[in-house]
Each structure stands twice: as C-alpha cells, then as structure tokens.
C-alpha cells in the first residue's frame, strides 16, 4: 500500500522546528507549504491535511491568513481528513464557525490534559496525560455540532466535528523545541525559570504518550482512503 500524502501547512513564521518535529512524528510523505508565505495546495490530491502551530492569532488582519481559512474550508467541504495542532486547531474550530479569543495570559511548560469523550484520535492514551503546552488564545466557543475531547483548567484542549480534528497541546515538541519556545515568550523571570526547570527528560518520556495522536491519526486517513477507493463513503468513525 502507498504511503499517506499529506499537505502540511507550516504556519510557524520560523518553520524549522516545525518542520523537524512534524517530519519525525507523521508516518506519511508530508508536502509542505509555508502559509505564511502565501504557499497553499493548488489542488486537494491528498490524503489528508495536518496544520501547525503560528506565533500569529487567527483573528489577525495577516494577508496569509483569509487565504489559509479559505483552502482548509475547502479540504474539509471536500472531505480531507485534517488535524490542526495549536494555531492550526484554532484555525479549524474558526473555519468550521467556533469562536477563538485571547486568554489574557499564557499556558505554557509540560502539563496534565484529559481526553473526554470517545475519539480514536486518543486510543492508548491514558485519560489524563501530559503534554508541552503553549498558548495565549483558546477556542471558546466549539463549531456547531463539534464535540470537546480534551480538556483542563485552561479550557478546550481538543475537539472533533466529522473528520476534523483540533488539539490545543504540541504533542510533536521535543525538549529543545519546548527550551528554544519558552525562552522566547515574554514572561517574568520567576515564571520563566519554574517552566525551563520542568522541561525534563522524565516529563519529556511522559509527554511521549501524546504522540499516539499522530499515528491514530494517520490510521484514520488510510481507513478513510481504504474505505473511499471502494466506493464507500462517510464509513469510518472518529
């Protein structure tokens, strides 16, 4: 069997972690295109579609952005499986009619997140994990019809509407990813210090159950690939 063709769109303004980490976690031949560039698919040839973290909010008046929202509109309408990490679960939850807003504070550093509900996207995962986190934006408000499946103190975390999926956390960071982020926000030093002493390797290993995400996702675009070249269609559950 073929391997995946995914189209990732990197809408990290500096895409080389970005695209080390994403390269590493996803079983599937990745066509990357820098969003923030302006680079978009000029065609849905794919088997799925997975969106990034940004440093921009979606609600931004960024020229890159409308663009990016209109052409996941369009996977989605033509029914691309898609997972969008941070941003990019952000961005799915404002195109499909959710509501994002800023937090008025950063959640940042390796914490604890529960999956509710009953998604794939989070089989073999414990109910509560860890995961590296950073944000300063949340989706308030699910899309009609979306479903949460991911949650803590901080709200939304992930959610599903048909063959759409958002997760606030990074599961694809790795230790040098999450130092090189935290050093790059603007928080005080007491709150600085306490996030970079928690990137350890025993909360890295922890965080590692996270990245089932990617491979339960991945298995469910071959199903949804399997079951559609057999003329069937809308057959695989989330």
Request: aromatic share 10%; glycine share 10%.
């Amino acid at each position: 069997m073929s391997r995946l063709r995914i189209a990732f769109l990197n809408a990290a303004h500096d895409g080389t972690d970005t695209r080390r980490n994403f390269r590493r976690e996803l079983d599937a031949d990745l066509v990357e295109f820098d969003a923030t560039g302006g680079e978009l698919p000029e065609t849905l040839d794919f088997d799925g579609v997975v969106v990034s973290g940004s440093r921009s909010s979606v609600y931004w008046d960024e020229e890159w952005i409308p663009p990016t929202k209109a052409w996941v509109r369009e996977a989605i309408d033509a029914g691309l499986p898609c997972l969008g990490v941070c941003w990019g679960h952000q961005l799915l939850a404002d195109v499909l009619g959710g509501e994002v807003a800023d937090m008025g504070e950063y959640e940042i550093g390796y914490r604890e997140v529960e999956h509710t509900g009953d998604s794939r996207l989070f089989d073999g995962v414990d109910e509560r994990f860890t995961a590296f986190t950073t944000h300063s934006d949340a989706v308030v408000e699910l899309p009609p019809g979306a479903e949460e499946i991911a949650t803590n103190d901080y709200g939304v975390h992930g959610f599903r509407k048909d063959r759409a999926f958002g997760v606030q956390f990074h599961p694809e960071y790795d230790p040098e990813t999450a130092e090189r982020v935290t050093k790059g926000k603007d928080l005080d030093d007491d709150r600085l210090a306490a996030v970079l002493s928690g990137i350890t390797e025993e909360n890295y290993r922890a965080a590692c159950e996270a990245k089932l995400v990617f491979e339960n996702f991945c298995e469910f675009v071959r199903e949804v690939r399997e079951t559609e070249s057999g003329g069937e269609s809308g057959a695989v559950s989330a």
